[in-house]
């Protein structure tokens, strides 16, 4: 399922490259699969390595590059720490 419903979201993203992160990248059945599908769409699998599939440390450290990149910052007076931190509700401002 994980599969079928990554394969979806690269048709609509048209995303050449899918990096794979937190506890489900630590799967090596759930990586073969997604390897396979990626061949087949043209498209690179980015597993990222086991030391970094334990929390979501990389999504966050990515969406902060992302940010950086097209100059959305925030002062540090101005941020804060969230135990929670979800990186679905980063609101997306470096794509169109």
């Known amino acids: 399922m994980l599969t079928e419903v990554t394969e979806r979201a690269l048709a609509l993203t048209r995303a050449p490259h899918l990096l794979l992160v937190g506890g489900v990248a630590c799967n090596r059945r759930l990586q073969q699969m997604l390897q396979t599908m990626c061949q087949a769409r043209g498209a690179q699998l980015c597993p990222t390595d086991e030391r970094y599939c334990i929390d979501n440390g990389a999504m966050i450290a990515q969406a902060g590059w992302e940010m950086l990149r097209v100059g959305q910052v925030t002062e540090l007076?101005?941020?804060?720490?969230?135990?929670?931190?979800?990186?679905?509700e980063v609101e997306v401002t470096w794509r169109d």
Request: no cysteine; hydrophobic share 15%.
């Open 77 to 88: 007076a101005q941020s804060g720490i969230t135990q929670r931190y979800r990186t679905d």
